[in-house]
């Protein structure tokens, strides 16, 4: 019945993904967009208008319509089951329809349920998906939090088998759903605390949108990332090296809470220890008040006297945390190559709206980096070049913006006369080493090596 259910969720008068109401305030948060979004479907008789009122919006339809819309046989046991209820304003579905970024429709719960609420699909849920979505098909894929499976099936195509983990038994359960409802049959769903189900098993690929939000003691196990918010995560990055396999990568995205004036590449490198790989993707900064006004909506989407108190209450942990901001984040993690000190980077995200993390980005940032770490000799052999996708603006005294296309990830960032003179001496020498030849002292060749260091990790220069 879920498989046929899944092929009825395509074949709705063109796809669910397709819909313009998703175009509808796209920006907004969601929750305020609901009475506007039921008022317009409510206006059509199309099959998929009645299947995402009644599926998504909770928005009562008939018995009959429910039934032209998804069979008889699928209605009626969808009935039986309790997914669909029916009252007397008609039927409505107790859990609710999320549609992915691919136009994929899964089966998740409203987030007001609160405590064990499995979520479908959040703002990261593809950011991360596509951050660790392999170039070629690798052997074992792990999502990690998986929820509803949401990341799991659209990094399936791309992986032998994808393991998907939560600690809710009940994300285990909509994720095998949701599997059924897409007819895909590699991924695996399994119940447990981050890396204890699969200690036996090493991945290429392992992505986690974690739990975030600060919370003082516990909460909605969805959500809650700890006192601070990145306890969770932090841990994850601490515990995922033993299943990684030797070149694989754990890739997280979440809003990351700032409260030292510490860089934050600075403060996760404590963190996760010396040895291993790190790179920080960063993007924008949020006040405290988007991500309360963000919960407090998904705790009463009603804006009733619940949203306040959420709201208020979310507002006085932040700041008793000290929390200034929270800044959204990729983190790739990848496993000790050897030597003592792991490599470290910061790449700036563009705020552009095409720009797209995608793995092969992060493959030639981590080999930048670690290129970086490698010491004088390696850097020396090697022939750089500004990354692909980027531009110099120059401005009238010597120094220049980075400036990149509208797919190019790299935010636009500021450059010194000294950077901008090494990116113009890379493009006519060999390698860095035919550069280095050129200082007469130690010190000429100490700012070289430095200044190349820094463009490496910043994502500028590539390989
Ligand atoms: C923010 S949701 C992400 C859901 C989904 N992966 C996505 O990206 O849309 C975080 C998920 O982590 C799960 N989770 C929370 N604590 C966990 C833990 N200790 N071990 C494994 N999963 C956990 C939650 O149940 C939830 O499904």
């Not at 991360?128 to 990341?151: K, S």
């Not at 991945?203 to 918010?229: K, N």
């Not at 980075?402 to 990116?423: E, K, N, S, T």
């Amino acid at each position: 019945m879920w498989r046929e259910l899944g092929e009825r969720l395509v074949a709705l008068d063109g796809a669910l993904g397709d819909d313009p109401i998703l175009e509808t305030g796209a920006e907004a948060h969601d929750a305020p967009l609901w009475p506007l979004r039921a008022a317009r479907l409510r206006a059509r008789s199309d099959r998929r208008a009645l299947a995402m009122r009644a599926l998504w919006l909770h928005d009562p339809v008939t018995p009959a319509e429910i039934r032209a819309v998804l069979g008889a046989a699928v209605a009626d046991a969808l009935l039986a089951a309790d997914v669909l209820v029916e009252d007397e304003r008609g039927v409505v579905a107790t859990l609710s329809l999320a549609i992915s970024s691919e136009g994929r429709a899964l089966l998740a719960e409203a987030l007001d349920r609160g405590g064990d609420a499995v979520m479908g699909v959040g703002a990261l849920t593809s950011v991360v998906a596509r951050a660790a979505m392999p170039e070629a098909v690798v052997d074992l894929a792990l999502d990690l939090g998986a929820g509803a499976g949401a990341a799991a099936l659209e990094i399936a195509p791309r992986a032998r088998r994808v393991i998907a983990t939560d600690v809710n038994p009940r994300a285990a359960i909509l994720c095998r759903v949701n599997a059924l409802l897409a007819g895909v049959t590699n991924v695996e769903a399994r119940v447990g605390d981050l890396f204890e189900p699969v200690r036996d098993e090493r991945f290429a690929r392992v992505m986690f949108q974690p739990p975030f939000v600060p919370v003082p003691a516990s909460g909605e196990v969805y959500a809650a990332g700890g006192e601070r918010g990145d306890e969770l995560a932090l841990r994850a990055m601490r515990e995922c090296l033993p299943v990684l396999a030797p070149s694989g990568r754990a890739v997280l995205a979440l809003d990351l809470p700032i409260v030292e004036d510490e860089p934050v590449a600075e403060h996760l490198r404590r963190e996760l220890g010396p040895e291993p790989g790190l790179l920080v993707i960063e993007g924008r900064d949020h006040a405290p008040e988007e991500l309360a006004l963000g919960i407090a909506a998904h705790a009463d989407p009603h804006y009733g006297e619940r949203y306040a108190q959420e709201l208020l209450s979310r507002l006085s942990h932040f700041a008793q945390v000290g929390i200034r901001a929270f800044k959204t984040v990729i983190l790739v993690v990848t496993r000790p190559t050897g030597g003592a000190a792991g490599a470290t980077g910061t790449v700036a995200m563009s705020s552009h709206p095409g720009a797209r993390i995608l793995d092969r980005d992060a493959s030639a940032w981590l080999a930048a980096i670690e290129l970086a770490a490698a010491g004088p000799e390696a850097l020396a052999r090697a022939r750089l070049k500004l990354r692909e996708g980027l531009a110099l603006a120059r401005l009238p005294d010597g120094r220049a913006l980075v400036h990149a296309d509208g797919a190019c990830p790299i935010a636009l960032q500021g450059l010194g006369p000294q950077a901008v003179r090494l990116l113009d001496a890379l493009r006519s020498a060999r390698s860095v080493g035919e550069l280095l030849k050129k200082e007469r002292d130690g010190s000429g060749r100490a700012t070289v090596t430095r200044g190349v260091v820094e463009l490496l990790r910043a994502g500028v220069l590539e390989i």
